[in-house]
Every structure is written in structure tokens, then in C-alpha cells.
């Protein structure tokens, strides 16, 4: 490659024979404005649009011509030139060294980059007029990425004041290459940040083609992926596709999305919206790259529903003052032996300098102020201050490299330099230190890439009835402010929507799963396209996207919504439920049905069915199935710790008395029986004494299993949370598993006995046997805690304390009914057989 450029420099250059003095022959084909001065330098801009090729039918020599005109590349060469002038007059820049120009024009490629080969060749010796320094331009990514595969090998630096491919920083490919506009890596990452800060998440781009918008489009998907912003199309306009337009069209009524970047240069962006007219296209928020965003000429009656409410970022507007005046006040006998200015002064006003009868002769006094064009609009600048930057930066370069104090350069550490010593390579290493501030306040310096400082305006179009437009300010976007503050709002700025909404647009393929839901990655589908599902039983999620959800503390339970904790609600069997309302009742039927049979036997406490068998044990069995009854109520209510202390030792203390006053009725009843035979003594060994402490001594059994049980592990109450998940059941724990089976262990042998004893007296002679009604009672009781067993271990939370009274009342009632039941039916209702002949059985 090194070896093509030095031919093609060869070529291009001029011999001259020696001792010849060295004169300007013609101007340079390509050659517009020009001003020698002791350093030069050199600019190339496409003041001229078009290029068509005339192929002759190909009988002849094919060639091409330029036509139409640009006016925004005019207005670049004259703001560079102005610049130029401007430093010139500085006396602490430069001193004592003028700066010179040279304005290239050319269109299409080919001649914009013999533009550049024209403008550095002379930098060759052999060749006449002074040599170029540096070379600024293009506007254009892909022509600024061909002069500089050209220029860089002869180390001429390049300064572009609109080339914003992220692919121009690459410095192994473009090792001289600078810019003064931020590199389209900056504005890639300003459009995602833009998507996530009004929650854009699913958007379409369509872009032109070229490496401004193919590079600038690629790298935006890239980037939007890593940040969660998904691509719904990218599709391809060309100018002279219909079918590429039609397809496009289609694509834009049919998409979901309703944000639309469209990414492409000013040019294409003028034909594409030239052909969207036609096409009602609503309901879209269009976002503009920086291009063509801040372009108000762009803005009519027919474009409202495309243009209205637009929003992008554009090269921040600044204030160059003198150069507005400078623009207009160009007049054609500024250049009067050029044709340019005098072409684009007819197009201007409609007129021609050479006499015709077809249009009026221009006069070259007519005022800019009343032409409307990219080249009069000097209300604000933007893309000019970059053209402004890139001049100024060249000459802080030379100023840095023309310091001399005692014969050395303090900054390059070098020999102080002549005018004559500069040269290229040294400019192009001033570059890289340069490190200054513009008069309009901006700090200008190159980072390692030769990228400047990425700063945009975030703009707003707001269209007018009459098809114009207000473009405003709404923000900023600074890349050298922290992570999370880059892109700031301005406060209270108000912000027009497109598709002609009130409220911000809302563009997502999937809204985001709201709380109590978990989101995930659907295969299928692009990762903004997820699948939300409710969170399982038991767990919540309290974010919006979350993707797990979290299980709950034993303590809580989901709401219905599963986005929060509630407490779990507390179950116990309580007074006020149908179940404890019902036991209640049937214990204080018990307690009353007890304290009516003692009023009864009380009542007839001297006939002979009630003093028959020891009528204080009756008494006494009375009293304790009246305490069963009452400790049933114990275990009704919350569970505390002095419930369930008491609840249980109330229950064996008192069930044990019942069973001893029982046990001893039996035994009476034996001894009875032996008492009848001849020679028997056995009434003198368990006679009413015996037989209290025998019911005090069994009773005091239990109570001292009971204390030991309190003593070491004593029941408490506690929250289990193991039967159900959605509720807590508050109940007693047993503490000592051993001391509640002791307990009930004991209450079984007595029944055991019990049992036994009473089974052995039922055949005994007596008309009324009490043994009958034991042993029946005995057999009920043992029935009914024998099924209490399993029926204890398979009941679930509060039921578990139910089964466990239910026992309590069945046994009780068993022995009330069994035992009494008989007795008070003769007492009340067959009194003639309450005697002590037919207790005996004796006629």
C-alpha cells in the first residue's frame, strides 16, 4: 500500500530542472479558497453534491461532472476559513507567524481523495506552493476513511469535524486520525442510556447504507442487548429501492414496537422523509441519530406525523461570535476569479451574471439575510463549532511546537523550531498533548484514540401548524460525568411525544411482571420478549422483573397478590369457633349433670341405694368426674404457659382420683361378697378408713409423677408451623413425652384394675350389683382412650386438642351415666325400690 501512495504521489508531483525558481503556474484543479501563509494548512469539503457520469453511449471517452451544491460544506470551508482569519489576528497565538489556508472541493469519492493527495503534495520539495500541516475534513466516515489510508503514510495528521464511525479510532487502521466530533461510539451508548431512561425496551431501527449507518446501526444492537433493550428490525433503506420502501412501510404498521431509531446521514434522511410523506405512519416515536436530528429545514406540513415530538441527540450548539456576520456578508468579488461562489450566488437568488432574457442579472450586492438555506441559518451552531475546534486545535499544535526558551521547547523537550522545521510528524505528535479551552469556554484535547469529548444536546421537534418547527433543548448527555449520571433532563423542560401522545410512549415486547410474579427467558423469543409466571405457594417476590421468587419466613405467608409478607394467622381451638363452642357445652352439661346428681344423693343421702357401697366414695366420684368435666374447659382457649401446665396435671390428677374412688367402690363390693361367708373378717381390713387412703395414696401417685414431670420438662406453649403452611397452630408441646405416657400410663393400669375387679364382682347375688355398671363403665372408658391413641397421633393442630377432650368427656360421661345414671333413675322414679330389703335382695 505504502508503495501505490509514493508512486501515486510520484505521479501527481512536478519535476523542476535545477536552478529553476519555483512559481505558481495555474490553480489546482481542485482548489477553491486559498491564503498563503508561513504555515499551512489544508481542508477538503463536498461544496459540490453531485456527480454524474456521462458514458457517451460509449463511442467516446466516458466522463463525469459535478453539479448542485451543498451548502452546509460551504458553510463548513467559510467557517474554517473565518477561523483561520480569527487566529491570525490573535497576537498571543502564533506570534510573529501567519497561518495559511487551502479549501478543497470535490464530489464523490475519487475526487475527494485526489483532493487530499493534491493538498499534502505539497509536501514534496520538488513541488511549488507551501507545504500542508495537517488536513481537516471530511464530513463524510467513509471518504474521511480513505484520505486517511492515503495521508497516514506520509504522517500528515487529520482532523474531521463530522466522521463519527467508531470504527476511525481504531488506531492500528488510522494511526494520524482525529476528530473533533465525539465518535459514534459515544453516541451509541447516549441512544441505549436514552431507551432505558424512558423505558424503551423494544424498538426498531432503520438505517441507509454507507459506514456512517451501517457501522452506527450494528453497533446500537450490540450495545442495546447488553443493556436490555431489544431490536424488534433492523431494515435497510435504499434511495432507489420502491420495493425496499415498500417493505419498510409494512414492516412499520405491522411492528409492536413503537419506538423507531431511524440512524442515517442528513442526505438519506432528506429522501427518506420525502418519501414517507405519502404514508400515514401515526403512533410512532421516531428517534433521530445526530446527523440529521438537528436539521430544522427538514421540517413541513407533510412530515408533522413523522417529525412531531422527534427526539435524538445533536452536536451541542455554541456561540462563535463574528462568525454569523463573516457568513453573510460573502459577496462573489470575494472570490473573483472563481467560479464557485458566482454559481452558488445564482442559485441563491434566481439570477445569472452573464445577460439573459430568461432570468434576471445578478448585481452580486444582493443581501444573504433573505435567502433560506443551510448556508444563512446562523441562529445556532453546531456542527460549524466542530469545524471551529478543529482549526484551533491545529494551531495550539503549531504554538506548542513554535515554544522557545534557551534554545530548547519546554513541552517537546526538542530544539526550539523554525517555520521551516515543521512538518507534519511533529504536528501530528503536538496533537496528542494539546490541551486547551476555546473562547466560547469548550476544553478541547484528544484521548489516545483521538477521539475529543463526547457532550450531545438532547433535542425535541415541536411542529408548528404552518409545517415549521421549534427544535428544543430538553438535555444533556456528558460521557465524562459519573456511571448512572451522564444523561441529565433539564428540569420542568417540556417534552412533546410523538404519535401525538401526552405521555411518554411506551414501547416494550412484554410489560415487565409485576410483583408476586417471577420472570423468565422465553427461548424462543428475544430476552424483552420473557414469560412472567405467579410465584409458588409459599414464596413471594416484592420487584418488578424478578426472577426468583423468595420463600417465606416460618412466621409469614404470602398475601393474595404473593408481592409482601403477612403474618400467618394463629389457629388455636378457641371458645368462639363451632368445635370449641360445642365442647364447651358439652363440658358444662357435665359439670351441671354432676352437681344435680349430688343433689340428688345428697337429697336422699340416707336411703339405702345411695349409703349401699361407701356413699363418700360416692360422693367423692362425683366430685372428681365434676373436676374432669371442669379440666376439659382448660383446654379450650390460647395456649400460655400456665394453661398448659395446669391442662395436663389437671387432667391426670383428676382423672386418677376418678379411677381410685372407682377402684375402691370395686373392691368394697368384693370384700362385701367375702364379708357374707362364715368366719369372714375381710369388711375390717378395707373398711371406709382403708379405704380413703387407698384413694389418697393411688392419687398422691400421680401427683407425684405430675411435679416430676413439671419439674424437668414441663409442657409450654409453642407455635407449630409444621402441619400447615398458610397458618400458625398454637399449641401445648408436651415437654417430657415421657411424663405425659407416665401419666396416662398410670391412669390405664388403675382403669385396668379396675376393670378387672369389677369384671370378677358381676355375677355376685346381689338384686342391685354396682359391679355390673363398673365393669360396663370400665369398658367404655378403656374403649374410648385405647381409639384415643391413634386418633391423638393423626389429628392435625388444634383438632389433635379436641380428640384429646372429646376423650376426656366421652370417659366421663361414660362413668357419670353407667355408675349414676341407675341409681338416681330408682331414686327419682322407683322410689319402692329403694329399700334395704330389695338392695339386698332379701323378700
Not at 520538488?126 to 467513509?142: D, I, K
Request: hydrophobic share 40%.
Amino acid at each position: 500500500m505504502g508503495l501505490i501512495i509514493i508512486l501515486f504521489l510520484t505521479l501527481l508531483a512536478r519535476t523542476k530542472p535545477e536552478n529553476q525558481t519555483c512559481k505558481v503556474i495555474e490553480k489546482a484543479e481542485l482548489m477553491e479558497f486559498s491564503r498563503d501563509g508561513d504555515l499551512n494548512i489544508a481542508g477538503v469539503f463536498s461544496i459540490t453534491s453531485t456527480r454524474t457520469l456521462v458514458d457517451n453511449d460509449y463511442q467516446a471517452i466516458p466522463y463525469s461532472y459535478c453539479k448542485g451544491y451543498n451548502h452546509r460544506e460551504l458553510k463548513f470551508a467559510r467557517t474554517m476559513i473565518f477561523t483561520v482569519e480569527e487566529i491570525n489576528r490573535d497576537p498571543s497565538l502564533l506570534p510573529g507567524l501567519r497561518l495559511g489556508y487551502k479549501v478543497y472541493n470535490g464530489c464523490g469519492t475519487e475526487n475527494l481523495i485526489r483532493a487530499a493527495i493534491e493538498a499534502i503534495n505539497g509536501n514534496d520539495p520538488l513541488a511549488c506552493g507551501g507545504q500542508t500541516l495537517a488536513v481537516l475534513g471530511h464530513s463524510s466516515s467513509g471518504v474521511s476513511n480513505d484520505i486517511n489510508t492515503i495521508i497516514s503514510a506520509v504522517s500528515v495528521p487529520q482532523i474531521s469535524h463530522l466522521s463519527t464511525c467508531a470504527c476511525l479510532s481504531d488506531k492500528a487502521r488510522y494511526p494520524t486520525f482525529f476528530r473533533t466530533v465525539p465518535s459514534d461510539k459515544f453516541q451509541i451508548t447516549a441512544l441505549v442510556q436514552l431507551m432505558k431512561y424512558f423505558d424503551w425496551r423494544w424498538v426498531g431501527i432503520i438505517h441507509s447504507v454507507g459506514t456512517y449507518a451501517e457501522e452506527g446501526a450494528s453497533e446500537f444492537v450490540k450495545e442495546a442487548q447488553k443493556e436490555g433493550v431489544c431490536v424488534e428490525y433492523t431494515m435497510v433503506y435504499l434511495e432507489t429501492s420502491r420495493s425496499r420502501l415498500r417493505t419498510i412501510i409494512e414492516t412499520l404498521k405491522e411492528s409492536s414496537s413503537k419506538v423507531v431509531l431511524m440512524f442515517m446521514p442528513l442526505s438519506f434522511a432528506k429522501t427518506f422523509l420525502y418519501h414517507m410523506e405519502e404514508y400515514n405512519i401515526t403512533g410512532k416515536q421516531w428517534v433521530g441519530s445526530e446527523s440529521w436530528i438537528s436539521a430544522k429545514y427538514l421540517a413541513s406540513t407533510e412530515r408533522k406525523h413523522i417529525l412531531h415530538g422527534a427526539i435524538g441527540y445533536a452536536i451541542p450548539q455554541a456561540s462563535i461570535p463574528g462568525l454569523g456576520e463573516f457568513l453573510l456578508s460573502l459577496k462573489p468579488s470575494d472570490e473573483p476569479h472563481g467560479a464557485l461562489i458566482k454559481n452558488i450566488w445564482e442559485e441563491f437568488f434566481d439570477c445569472s451574471f452573464t445577460p439573459s432574457n430568461t432570468s434576471t442579472l445578478c448585481t452580486g450586492a444582493e443581501d444573504l439575510r433573505t435567502v433560506l438555506s443551510d448556508y444563512t441559518d446562523v441562529a445556532k451552531f453546531r456542527e460549524e463549532n466542530n469545524v471551529y475546534t478543529a482549526v484551533y486545535s491545529v494551531a495550539f499544535a503549531l504554538h506548542l511546537l513554535m515554544q522557545c526558551e534557551n534554545g530548547l521547547n519546554p513541552t517537546m523537550g526538542n530544539p526550539c523550531l523554525t517555520k521551516d522545521d515543521v512538518q507534519p510528524k511533529l504536528v501530528f505528535d503536538a496533537l496528542k498533548r494539546i490541551n486547551f479551552t476555546t473562547k466560547n469556554g469548550a476544553r478541547v484535547f484528544f484521548d489516545e484514540n483521538g477521539d475529543s469529548i463526547a457532550k450531545y444536546d438532547l433535542v425535541n421537534w415541536q411542529m408548528k401548524e404552518d409545517g415549521s418547527a421549534d427544535i428544543f433543548i430538553i438535555g444533556q448527555f456528558d460521557n465524562s460525568s459519573p456511571e448512572g449520571k451522564k444523561l441529565k433532563l433539564k428540569e420542568y423542560a417540556k417534552i412533546v411525544w410523538g404519535g401525538y401522545n401526552n405521555v411518554v410512549v411506551r414501547s416494550v415486547c412484554r410489560e415487565p411482571c409485576p410483583p408476586g410474579t417471577r420472570k423468565a427467558v422465553n427461548k424462543n423469543k428475544p430476552v424483552c420478549c420473557f414469560d412472567c409466571f405467579q410465584c409458588s405457594e409459599g414464596t413471594i417476590s416484592n420487584k418488578t422483573n424478578s426472577l426468583d421468587c423468595s420463600p417465606c419466613p416460618p412466621e409469614v405467608w404470602p398475601n393474595e397478590m404473593r408481592d409482601n409478607y403477612v403474618p400467618k394467622p394463629t389457629e388455636y381451638l378457641s371458645y368462639t369457633e363451632p368445635t370449641g363452642t360445642l365442647l364447651t357445652g358439652f363440658g358444662t352439661l357435665g359439670v351441671f349433670l354432676s352437681l344435680l346428681i349430688i343433689t340428688i344423693f345428697f337429697t336422699h343421702k340416707e336411703t339405702p341405694i345411695v349409703r349401699a357401697n361407701n356413699s363418700e366414695l360416692s360422693f367423692l366420684l362425683l366430685f372428681s368426674l365434676k373436676l374432669c368435666f371442669l379440666c376439659s374447659l382448660t383446654f379450650i382457649g390460647r395456649p400460655t404457659q400456665w394453661s398448659c401446665m395446669l391442662r395436663h396435671t389437671a387432667f391426670s390428677i383428676t382423672f386418677v382420683l376418678c379411677i381410685s374412688c372407682v377402684l375402691g367402690k370395686t373392691i368394697v363390693v368384693l370384700m362385701a361378697f367375702r364379708a357374707r361367708r362364715p368366719g369372714s373378717n375381710m369388711t375390717k381390713w378395707f373398711g371406709p378408713v382403708q379405704q380413703r387412703v387407698s384413694v389418697l395414696i393411688l392419687t398422691l401417685v400421680q401427683v407425684v409423677i405430675c411435679i416430676i414431670w413439671l419439674t424437668i420438662n414441663p409442657p409450654f406453649p409453642k407455635r407449630n408451623m409444621q402441619y400447615y403452611k398458610d397458618r400458625i397452630i398454637l399449641e401445648c408441646a408436651l415437654g417430657s413425652a415421657i411424663g405425659f405416657w407416665a401419666v396416662l400410663a398410670y391412669i390405664g393400669i388403675l382403669a385396668t384394675l379396675c376393670f378387672v375387679f369389677a369384671f370378677l364382682a358381676r355375677k355376685l347375688p346381689d338384686s342391685f350389683n354396682e359391679a355390673k355398671l363398673i365393669t360396663f363403665s370400665m369398658l367404655i372408658f378403656c374403649a374410648v382412650w385405647i381409639t384415643f391413641i391413634p386418633a391423638y397421633f393423626s389429628s392435625p393442630g388444634k383438632f389433635t386438642v379436641a380428640v384429646e377432650i372429646f376423650a376426656i368427656l366421652a370417659s366421663s360421661f361414660g362413668l357419670l351415666f353407667c355408675i349414676f345414671a341407675p341409681k338416681c333413675y330408682i331414686i327419682l322414679l322407683r322410689p319402692e325400690q329403694n329399700s334395704k330389703k330389695r338392695i339386698m335382695g332379701k323378700m
